[in-house]
């Protein structure tokens, strides 16, 4: 059975790599990368700077730069927040 050799980017799902728009590249940087790691870089944001709801953890409070991303909002369920991020990617 063939092996295959581990590339670079490419790949679908997940794996495939995606573009950030203007303002999600403010938050994952601006070079194409999976929608994996797009997905854990929002997370890493939030984290870091103590966005998630502290009586209700599974509501994201928007700073400035996620207020565009989440077109508006205060605030967004984490469920919401998945399809609001997938509208600033382009495959």
């Known amino acids: ?3 295959k050799s581990p590339s670079k980017g490419g790949g679908k799902g997940l794996a495939a790599e995606v573009q950030p728009s203007p303002e999600l590249s403010k938050i994952v940087g ?3 990368i999976p929608r ?3 997905t854990k870089k929002v997370w890493d ?3 870091a700077n103590g966005l998630q709801d502290q009586t209700n953890k ?3 409070n928007a700073d ?3 207020r565009v991303i ?3 909002k205060n605030q967004v369920s984490m469920f919401e927040m998945t399809a609001l991020v ?3 990617l382009k495959a």
């Open 70 to 72: 989440f077109g508006g």
């Open 64 to 66: 400035d730069n996620l």
């Open 1 to 3: 059975m063939a092996t």
């Open 36 to 38: 994996s790691e797009v």
């Open 30 to 32: 601006s070079k194409p």
């Open 58 to 60: 599974r509501m994201i």
């Open 45 to 47: 944001y939030i984290k």
């Open 86 to 88: 997938n509208k600033h």
